[in-house]
């Protein structure tokens, strides 16, 4: 059980921040996954995390012991990588056991320890294969493997899925879902730049941007309350329609953000309307795109057995409780005591 | 320098002061060996070169300042003679020589090497087998090629003179390296054919990193292949080749072997590595040897500052 | 195939063949010419006439050119093996550690693998002479230091500077120390290229003469090359080039079967040591 602290966290490369003061606790035994853009610092958090950079100041907390002095091995860390990185020259049984015989644990506990996890993997059979020699998902199992045996307090993982194609990812994405409800004791961290895998695996999320936290919070605070237009924006998918000019200024704020799925075609209630440009048809979902005279199109989420032609004049209706409003700093505009009136 | 830096600066973590300190002591026992074998005897030989240190006395040498450079005297009658390494006409006739065999060889060694890489870029039967052939020369000890080559010149029984008057280019026998007129191309000839393969091979890597596309594309284009390869190839192996040539001229401003073995004592090959060493070794002139050995070096630094000023070369390749 | 790209094709193949004859006749005249004794020796021929082995037979029986080539072996081994051990470390902290004047560093030490010999001939031979190792191997073995060990640092710097950062980390991790990074992950990775840089620097040393012809007095400390170029008799006119030519073929012959072996290796160790612009 480890609860991580980041205490004003502060990292410069050069003249450039990377990381601008971030306060941040990850709980014992939870999951939390950084999200964010590319170039936003999720993967620079990580690696200060696991010791790879130095902490230009602040103060990294394991259990309320301070980690910014020690390095990777002493902190009780395990970490995932992008490309794998598995020793190439090493069987998939010595790739696992070599931090184990670093630490100089006696050979039949590495050897249990070993076969323990490579059976929790089911790479059991794999054992005496080199790295090459296996498929991609094989490898993604390899280093995770490598990680579980050194039994680590914190567990880290750096877009372990961006190197697998569409449909192995989903499965892995599983995998770590069941591992880390194996492994209740193991804190994880995960970054990844994709909100799905963020939304599907976290615990809770962290959205970063710009070396700084957006916000923090259960995947389900994040979509129905985000606290910025940036969060809003990044968190589900498709993404969330934004509306400025007269039609948010009627709502009292400067964008109005509506889901796709808080919309509902209404010929007699819809207040707003346009024309169908665009259909995309997911099976399950059924996307319209209406040409409101803005813009954006606006997107409307139906269900996958109905459907509008292009080229249809559409009222729509968007679900009152489901509005984000925001002022023009992109932040979320409380109207508790206003919504009445409208 | 940078053990000091990591101890006056705290925020380094201790993962990088563990790699810093590893750097430290894996840099120090080469940094120690590479003093002593060069940084050191350098500094001795430039310091030598200001003495009239001799080769049976090493320690009794004593400070003569540039008396082995230049230094004159002016007679009563109004004469005045100068004297060493300066006003040796034997000195200038070695750095004429090797100016010359530098030039010479580099050039054509360029020229030729990127002609043969020109052709084992092309696809064809026994490619590997051509590339093969041609590192022969280059892996042949230098001494030994010498050896071969002196034997083929042969005034007598040599089978280039035997070539030559079967068809006809010549109607005598050619004492090629002792002749003072083709001493000189004996050398270059030797020179040419023993280092053309390592030009070729550096020119064909940097040949194979163009990609075959580009070709397709000026062919399809209905580009000549003549303006295909000064407006494609030539700019794209230019870095590749820029850094051969120093490699070479450095390595041919420095010559010693091939003369010793090829010509040896002739006045027309005689390069500055062979007549600082004479004169270090041989004649026991070894403060005034010190002194010519010392401008080879000056002259070979300061081609290479120009070139690297002028080119504005990375050669550490950090940058790529 | 028209007769325009027939007479293409032949004159690209004259051009083949005539690359192949100039490079590899010396060494095949050389052969012809250490087969051949006595009157033979002075007749040209261009195909092989005789069979006489008795020149390679008295090279061999000639104690002196054994003992020169154990000596050649011995040095030239001891010297690569001694730059390599000093290479990998440093070529580590080169490629993979961040530091103040790095690239001076390594400037430093290819101006060094550039020094011309002769600069530091007087005071190698002072430094030689006040160890004590005037006349033995290890006079060689220190001073070809001066162009191996840069020459192996340069080159195993640029092939360890391509391992994947990832690989270092993920060793990090497990708790290797630098030194456990070099001997366990990277060495077994870069084998190859430890055996390309280590043949072509034993390549340089075998065919050194400058400072071997200095610093060796008598016959039996000789190394190969200087054995070869003073292999002569009293005048010009009693070179004994049978012996040369049989003594130089010994001497060729493995270096051209390791080169045609490692062929490819040796193209791409050059090129790291050469371009990488």
Known sequence: ????????????????????????????????????????????????????????????????????????SERGIAMVFQSYALYPHMSVYKNMAFGLKLANVSPQEMKNRVLEAAKMLQIDHLLERLPKQLSGGQRQRVAIGRAIVRDPRVFLFDEPLSNLDASLRVDTRLEIAKLHHKMKDTTMVYVTHDQVEAMTLADRICVLRDGNIEQVGTP?????????LFVAGFIGSPKMNFLTGDIAEKHHCHTLGIRPEHLVIDHLDGIWSGEVVHTENLGADFFVFLDLGIKEPLVVRLDGQQRIPLGTQVNVRPLEEHLHRFDNNGLPITLTSNREKI | MFKKHILTTPEVSSLQRQKLRAAFWFLAPMLLVLFCVAAWPLLRSI?????????????????????????????????????????????????????????????LETIIGLMVALVLNAEFKGRG???????????????????????????????????????????????????????????????????????????????????????????????????????????????????????????????????????????????MSIISRENLIEFDKFAYGSAQSTLLFAIIALFVALYIWLGKLDLSGEKS | MTNKALFKKAAFYSVVVIIVLISVFPFYYAILTSLKTGSDLFKVNYFPSSFNFSNYIDVLNNGQ????????????????????????????????????????????????????????LAGLFELIRFIGIYNTPWAMILSYTIFTLPFTVWVLTTFMRDLPVEIEEAAIVDGATPWVIITQIFMPLLWPALVTTGLLAFIGAWNEFLFALTFTASETMRTVPVAIAMLSGSSQYETPWGLIMAASVLVTIPLVILVLIFQRKIVSGLTAGGVKG
């Open chain 3, 65 to 120: 050119f054994i003992r020169n080539t154990l000596n050649s072996v011995f040095i030239a081994s001891t010297t690569v093996i001694f730059a390599l051990f000093l290479a990998v470390t440093a070529s580590y902290a080169l490629a993979r550690v961040r530091f103040k004047g790095r690239r001076l560093l390594l400037m430093a030490i290819l101006a060094i693998s550039m020094f011309p010999q002769i600069a530091v």
């Open chain 1, 220 to 228: 389900e605070e994040l979509y129905s309350h985000p606290k910025s």
């Open chain 2, 129 to 271: 087998l051509v590339r093969a052939a041609i590192l022969i020369p280059w892996a042949i000890p230098t001494i030994v090629s010498a050896k071969m080559w002196a034997w083929m010149f042969n005034d007598q029984f040599g089978i280039i003179n035997d070539m030559l008057l079967s068809v006809g280019l010549i109607d005598h026998k050619i004492a090629w390296t002792a002749n003072i007129d083709t001493a000189m191309l004996s050398v270059l000839i030797v020179d040419i054919w023993k280092t053309t393969p390592f030009m070729a091979l550096l020119c064909l890597a940097g040949l194979q990193m163009i990609p075959r596309d580009m070709y397709e594309s000026a062919k399809i284009d209905g580009v000549h292949p003549i303006k295909v390869f000064f407006q494609v190839t030539l700019p794209l192996v230019k870095p590749a080749l820029m850094v051969a040539v120093i490699f070479r001229t450095l390595d041919a401003l420095r010559m010693f072997d091939l003369v010793y073995v090829l010509t040896p004592n002739s006045k027309a090959t005689k390069t």
């Open chain 1, 1 to 72: 059980m480890a609860k991580i602290e980041l205490k004003n966290l502060i990292k410069t490369f050069g003249s450039t921040d990377v990381i601008r003061g971030v306060d941040l606790t990850i709980n014992a035994g939870e999951l939390m996954v950084f999200v964010g853009p590319s170039g936003c610092g999720k993967s620079t958090l990580l690696r200060l995390i696991c010791g790879l950079e130095d902490i230009t100041s602040g103060e990294l907390l394991f259990d309320g012991v301070s980690m910014n002095d020690k390095v990777p």
């Open chain 2, 47 to 107: 310091y030598f070169s200001f003495t009239n240190t001799s080769l049976t006395n090493l320690y009794g040498g004593e400070w003569v300042g540039f008396k082995n450079y230049l230094t004159w005297k002016t007679f009563s009658s109004g004469r005045t003679i100068y004297s060493g390494t300066l006003a040796d006409p034997a000195w200038w006739n070695a750095v004429w020589n090797t100016v010359r065999f530098a030039v010479v060889s580099v050039s």
